[in-house]
């Protein structure tokens, strides 16, 4: 075990990372890192500066880039980006920029990083607990069904149910197969599947979880 206290999320799009992450680094006195934002907001920059198809120049742009990642909202080279992050475009495109290996190297030194100058914290992806903290003191896989998944990013974001569900399944598709850190239960990662459950409920299970680490 390091001496870094991190709790480590993982898991497909739309099972509750987000809420679940934040409101447990609240409860727990960590701060919370959303490392797909920092993808996203790599996405952005590249779409902004018409890079996304030339690999090498996003990577050099991944290591250029100003990212502040905080509770807030996200900032690109100083720039609040916290709404178009989310943009359709930005979704569409992020899993290449993800599969992009020269970007992952940067990232992942970024959220080391991130985590070592606070102590710790409450961080979750697709490859935290596989590839960025294999130690963390906790190691979760978040999911829940495609169906319940989609309802929930719909009832975020709005759109059309069965549309999102066949997004999500694209996209989990593309990052879990993928050549460099695809999506995976990692080795000694507990998985909380939270179809059915509330939010109440899903930290309950968590907190339950820790209490049995100690
Ligand atoms: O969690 P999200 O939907 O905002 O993530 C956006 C994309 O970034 C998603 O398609 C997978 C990728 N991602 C990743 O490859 N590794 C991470 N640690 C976090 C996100």
Redesign the pocket.
């Known amino acids: 075990m390091s001496d870094l206290r991190v709790i480590a999320i993982?898991g497909p799009?739309?099972a509750g990372?987000?809420t679940v992450a934040r409101a447990l680094a609240a409860r727990l006195g960590l701060e919370y890192l959303?490392?797909?934002?920092?993808?996203?907001a790599v996405?952005f920059a590249a779409l902004r500066r018409g890079v996304l198809d030339d690999d090498a120049a996003v990577a050099a742009l991944a290591r250029d880039v100003t990212l502040e990642v905080g509770e807030h909202g996200v900032l690109v080279d100083g720039v609040d980006a916290t709404v178009e992050?989310?943009s359709a475009e930005v979704?569409r495109q992020?899993?290449r920029?993800?599969?992009n290996s020269a970007v992952?190297t940067e990232?992942?030194a970024r959220?080391r990083e991130w985590a070592k100058v606070r102590g710790g914290g409450v961080?979750?992806?697709?490859?935290?607990a596989s590839?960025?903290f294999p130690d963390a003191e906790l190691k979760l896989y978040l999911t829940a069904s495609p169906r319940v998944r989609a309802e929930r990013r719909v009832a975020e974001a709005g759109g059309d149910v069965d549309e999102v569900e066949a997004q999500i399944a694209a996209?989990?598709s593309?990052?879990s197969s993928?050549a460099d850190?695809p999506?995976v239960q990692a080795d000694g990662s507990r998985v909380v599947d939270t179809t059915g459950m509330s939010i109440d409920e899903v930290l309950g299970a968590i907190e339950g979880l820790l209490q049995e680490q100690e």
């Open positions: 993982d799009a739309g990372k987000s959303d490392t797909g934002a920092m993808y996203r996405t992050i989310r979704t992020v899993s920029v993800a599969a992952r990232l992942v959220q961080i979750e992806g697709r490859d935290i590839v960025v996209r989990d593309y990052d993928r850190s999506l």
